[in-house]
């Protein structure tokens, strides 16, 4: 019978190790979500590379869908290096994810444009982010497992939340790589070829990483239940004995994929194409709001050691439900950047009530032996139906001039959330984390 311990009687860990396992394994992180972001940030670049559209809107459409394909092999990536992080250790999966990112950010490098090879490129365009698509979903589920198993008890809550840290770092990079390349090259060398130059660079950071992440600590949650139920070790049979884990996974997902993808990356496409602000000072509003949404974790995530979970997705859900339509819908009508800058990081502080904890509230809800796959493939699956299509279907109903329709689908999914936090336990009292 496993023996709960709290957090003030479980065996003390040495801080300085723990952040050195923190860092570690975030950093990893940065660069994987540095690569998966440079998509989104250069979208705006690349798009009529590969998509033979004069239409500026049904080129970024077309851009999208890949980026929405993308999420499919989100699961895919959750389930087997889920199951490959259970069996064989978080260090091995972790090496294997990134090095799998640096595969696609390559291919997207060097792909020649449609007017070159035609119909190959924006194929090559697809397999690169279905290659990356496979990365991010075992990234994801092995990281978030990691920094939940090597934080200190107690302080779970603020450790797991540099996940976000480095998924928003990751962002901030590919925006500050835009900003750089924007201020040294034109408009028509960044179209033409300067947007590769992101794809380059995360391909290198990638390799780095990959060779650093060699040499990280196992943590000693996976070391201290290695031999413990081998055959069902990451197993789909496993899984499915916690059915309403697996349901309360997806439940908080809902809401907070579809939430954080809006504010986070469809808001630069959303400013300039619908605000019609110029595409530099949407790079600049973006960045800044998110750096301070990056600040933001770490405290919302220590918050949550000391009031609970819950109060922290409530706050989200409540907030997300209220005033995601009146923040679009003035975003969309404004034409200040100073403006536009508060309403995104509005939504930014709404959206962290889930960003900063939903990693540490999954891993406390599955047993060491299947907690990567437990993680990884029910939050996979709700982000690959959810959130890889936020994008898509905001730029369909653009399309289709029902734009604030997408307004009420957001709030709508947030509201679905907001029931499943309204119901459910407080999972830091009653978590798998803290076990002997």
């Not at 709290?6 to 860092?23: D, M, S």
């Not at 049904?58 to 389930?79: D, E, H, K, Q, T």
């Not at 690169?128 to 990281?143: D, F, K, N």
């Not at 973006?286 to 995530?301: D, E, M, S, T, Y």
Request: include cysteine; glycine fraction near 12%; hydrophobic fraction near 45%.
């Amino acid at each position: 019978m496993t023996t709960r311990l709290t957090p003030t009687a479980a065996p003390a860990v040495g801080e300085k190790r723990v952040i050195g396992n923190v860092l570690r394994g975030s950093i990893g992180n940065l660069v994987e979500w540095y690569d998966w972001y440079a998509y989104a940030a250069f979208t705006t670049y690349f798009a009529k590379s590969f998509f033979p559209t004069t239409d500026t809107t049904a080129a970024f459409l077309g851009s999208a869908a890949v980026f929405a394909v993308g999420f499919l092999m989100r699961p895919l990536g959750g389930w087997m290096l889920g199951r490959f992080a259970d069996r064989f250790g978080r260090r091995s999966a972790l090496v294997l994810s990134v090095t799998l990112m640096a595969g696609g950010s390559l291919l997207i490098a060097v792909t020649p444009n449609y007017h070159t090879i035609g119909i190959a490129a924006p194929i090559l365009l697809l397999t690169a982010r279905l290659i990356q698509g496979l990365s991010v979903g075992g990234e994801y589920s092995t990281s978030a497992t990691y920094l939940s198993e090597v934080a200190t008890p107690g302080k779970r809550g603020f450790y797991s939340s540099f996940q976000y840290v480095t998924l928003y770092g990751g962002q901030l990079l590919a925006l500050g790589l835009q900003l750089i390349l924007q201020a040294l090259l034109t408009e028509q060398q960044l179209t033409s070829w300067g947007w590769r130059i992101a794809f380059g660079v995360g391909t290198v950071a990638a390799l780095t990483v990959m060779w650093l992440r060699r040499g990280m600590d196992e943590s000693e949650s996976f070391r201290r239940n290695a031999g413990e139920g081998k055959g069902d070790r990451g197993t789909l049979r496993a899984l499915a004995k916690y059915p309403k884990e697996i349901a309360l996974v997806v439940g908080l997902t809902l809401g907070g994929t579809v939430g954080f993808y809006t504010f986070a990356t469809y808001s630069q496409k959303f400013l300039e194409n619908t605000a019609h602000i110029p595409r530099r000072q949407v790079t600049i509003v973006l960045f800044c709001a998110i750096l301070v949404a990056a600040f933001l974790q770490p405290v919302f995530g220590r918050l949550s050691d000391r009031i609970g979970r819950r109060p922290l997705l409530l706050f989200f859900g409540i907030g997300g439900t209220l005033l995601t339509v009146p923040l679009m819908t003035v975003m969309g009508s404004t034409r200040n950047p100073v403006g536009a800058f508060f309403l995104v990081l509005a939504g930014l502080v709404i959206v962290a009530g889930y960003t900063s904890i939903n990693a540490i509230v999954k891993a406390e809800l599955f047993p060491t032996k299947i907690r990567a796959i437990g993680v990884g493939l029910p939050y996979a699956l709700t982000v690959a139906i959810f959130g890889g299509t936020a994008e898509l279907i905001a730029q369909a109903l653009k399309s289709a001039g029902h734009e604030q329709v997408f307004f009420w689908y957001v709030a709508g999914t947030v509201l679905v959330s907001l029931i499943v936090y309204g119901t459910m336990r407080e999972t830091s009292k009653t978590s798998e984390l803290e076990e002997r």
